[in-house]
């Protein structure tokens, strides 16, 4: 295949950052009305539904034997192709089965597809520009969602389409996007080659600690915090898909500022004030009565997310780079722990006290908090943490 000046790695990876927020975004903004308008769910199904979301998520480890026959870049292509079905498919089944099903099936596609794309950007792009890089992509997917939410509030509101046909619409186009993907990029290799092993270094392990806190506050501000808008202050879902719209121009206008200002300051400055915010913001939502002051809440948790490059770029700066690869699927899977068990377990305390659950999030956010004061001012291989440091030898390794 004749290669053009637009088919390099960078535009592919931009490509894959406006597909995946076409269907997720969609399916993100819709479903809490979806689900309750339709199937009559409480915290507890949307609690277990949140939990069986988070299963492909958990599995992600086994990316790399699925390496062993497809390439990354084509999986990554298939995994946007299965996220676009299951968001299709779940409008057309308005039950807890049905809606447990296509779940899984896009959080399959979803799943394996941040996998790869998060391994192929560590890999593609030059440690002095990941930070910028990664806010550009953040940018790009914000800015899709931005213009996801405006068209969704516009057919909700002037239209009145039906859930089903803003579903298929959503998940038809994210298909149609990885058939381009797939015939019009031809495949790029990687510069170093990935380890056909599931590693798990020693060294790595205040990461591994970091993305497991991650994955358990993320649940809280995914599932709960969402949730709260519609069950509590009764937000339509047109309103949702405003604040959704709020979230996502703070994303487009300053996550590629952001990625810079980290490389200038920092890993362990930016996650200082990630989860010092994130303290503050879990332990206002736990009391907040206002819906004006719930929804600005909303919109500040979020502004938090784009600071989560520094925990990438600090993986980049302490892996060895034929680790990138594998350990992409590994930290997802300790990222998915907590979330495996978070929200159906939450889901029981928030039928008991919707603000107990917040306050436990406070609780993940002071954990995360006092683990970033160990990131060394200059992380590099040899220089992982302040203190605890593990030499090399002694790494688990599985073969495949």
């Known amino acids: 295949m004749h290669k053009r000046n637009w088919q390099s790695p960078n535009n592919l990876l ?61 999986l990554a292509v298939v995994a946007l192709a299965t996220l676009g079905i299951g968001v299709a498919l779940t409008g057309v089944f308005p039950s807890t089965v049905g809606l447990y099903c296509t779940t899984i099936l896009m959080s399959t596609g979803f799943h394996y597809f941040e996998v790869i794309k998060q391994s192929l950007a560590l890999q593609w792009f030059e440690k002095t520009d990941t930070a910028q890089a990664l806010g550009k992509l953040i940018s790009v997917g914000a800015i899709t969602s931005l213009l996801v939410y405006a068209v969704l509030w516009g057919l909700l509101e002037v239209l009145a389409l039906d859930y089903v046909t803003l579903f298929l619409l959503a998940g038809s186009v994210c298909c149609g996007l ?13 510069e170093h080659e990935q380890s056909n092993k599931l590693v798990l270094r020693k060294r790595y392990w205040l990461y591994y600690l970091l993305t497991f806190f991650s994955g358990a506050r993320r649940q809280i501000f995914t599932v709960f915090a969402a949730f709260l808008m519609v069950e509590k202050f009764g937000y339509s879902a047109s309103q949702v898909a405003l604040l959704f719209l709020i979230n996502y121009t703070f994303n487009w206008l300053f996550a590629e500022k952001i990625g810079s200002l980290i490389g200038r300051i920092g890993e362990r400055s930016a996650l200082t004030f990630e989860y010092a915010g994130l303290v503050i913001v879990f332990s206002a939502y736990a009391y907040v009565e206002n819906p004006y002051v719930g929804a ?49 377990a939450l889901g029981l305390v928030w039928m008991v006290s919707p603000a107990m659950v917040f306050l436990i999030g406070t609780g993940f956010a002071v ?34």
Not at 29 to 34: Q, R
Not at 37 to 59: C, D, H, M, N, Y
Not at 178 to 190: D, K, L
Not at 388 to 397: H, V
């Open 178 to 190: 990885a058939v381009f993907m797939w015939i019009g990029f031809p495949t790029f290799e990687s």
């Open 14 to 74: 931009i490509l894959m950052s406006v597909a995946m927020p076409v269907a997720f975004s969609t399916w993100n903004a819709l479903l809490n009305n979806f689900v309750v308008e339709r199937a009559g769910f409480t915290g507890v199904e949307i609690g277990i539904l949140q939990s069986l979301r988070e299963i492909p998520g958990f599995l992600a480890f086994a990316v790399v034997f699925v390496l062993f026959i497809i390439k990354e870049q084509a």
């Open 367 to 400: 954990c995360s908090l006092l683990l970033s004061q160990n990131v060394p001012s200059h992380p590099e291989r040899g220089n992982e943490v302040n203190w605890g440091k593990i030499e090399a030898p002694g790494d688990a390794r599985v073969d495949t």
């Open 296 to 344: 600005g809440l909303y919109v500040i948790d979020h502004m938090f997310f784009a600071l989560a490059i520094a925990l990438n770029t600090y993986f980049q700066k302490i892996a060895s780079p034929e680790d990138i690869a594998s350990s992409a699927g590994v930290s997802f899977t300790i990222n998915h722990i907590a979330a495996i068990i978070v929200p159906a």
